[in-house]
T-cell receptor
Framework: AQSVAQPEDQVNVAEGNPLTVKCTYS??????LFWYVQYPNRGLQFLLK??????LVKGSYGFEAEFNKSQTSFHLKKPSALVSDSALYFC?????????????????FGRGTQLTVWP | GAVVSQHPSWVICKSGTSVKIECRSL??????MFWYRQFPKQSLMLMAT?????????EQGVEKDKFLINHASLTLSTLTVTSAHPEDSSFYIC???????????????FGPGTRLLVL
């Protein structure tokens, strides 16, 4: 079964400092991994994904994530945090299934990490 | 690209009425759409997976007669909350899967969400 863990409910960081939001996963087989961000009363915005290839994935708004197979982790990072980065961040994993009329390909979400960047 | 809209963005209704929420992929065709429910400060709970031209697949514990899903075209899925009650009040989010390329499978893009309040 697929699952995702975000061990921190809350991450606080000062503006200008680097930030890390942690995510570990458990899947059968090779994973597809995703990060999404949610601002208050909004849907989720896609940030980045890891499918294959380079372990360091670059995404939107200066975010990047590092896939570590041995540690089964996919931590989200940014070198210099902005106040506007304050939001709820979700890590997700999906299996590689595909096909009409099936639920294969569904996402399994972590519980979310609230990032607060203070000025 | 990959824009998903939802309508309405918020709705207030009386107990016992039905409410329809539309989810549209504006610039791509989505063979699969997903409906989620989110409670305050919690992760997304998958309600059902909707494939164009076939019946939706509901997650365990989700009443299919209560939450009617219709996926009439490759760009439109609707969720109807029938005979709504106060406990149905929630934030409902849809997503649409876009096939990036055959090797990567689909990426889900999310709508902005619909806030439902049942009085």
């Amino acid at each position: 079964a697929q699952s995702v863990a975000q061990p921190e409910d809350q991450v606080n960081v000062a503006e200008g400092n680097p930030l890390t939001v942690k995510c570990t996963y458990s899947v059968s087989g090779n994973p597809y991994l995703f990060w999404y961000v949610q601002y208050p009363n909004r849907g989720l915005q896609f940030l980045l994904k890891y499918i294959t290839g380079d372990n360091l994935v670059k995404g939107s708004y200066g975010f990047e994530a590092e896939f570590n197979k041995s540690q089964t982790s996919f931590h989200l990072k940014k070198p210099s945090a902005l106040v506007s980065d304050s939001a709820l961040y979700f890590c997700a994993v999906r299996d590689r299934g595909r096909g009409r009329g099936s639920t294969l390909g569904r996402l399994y979400f972590g519980r979310g990490t609230q990032l607060t960047v203070w000025p | 690209g990959a824009v998903v809209s939802q309508h309405p963005s918020w709705v207030i209704c009386k107990s016992g009425t039905s409410v329809k929420i539309e989810c549209r992929s504006l610039d791509f065709q989505a063979t699969t759409m997903f409906w989620y429910r989110q409670f305050p400060k919690q992760s997304l709970m998958l309600m059902a997976t909707s494939n164009e031209g076939s019946k939706a697949t509901y997650e365990q514990g989700v009443e299919k007669d209560k939450f009617l899903i219709n996926h009439a075209s490759l760009t439109l899925s609707t969720l109807t909350v029938t005979s709504a009650h106060p406990e149905d009040s929630s934030f409902y989010i849809c997503s649409a899967s876009r096939l990036e390329n055959p090797e990567e499978g689909e990426t889900q893009y999310f709508g902005p969400g619909t806030r439902l309040l049942v009085l």
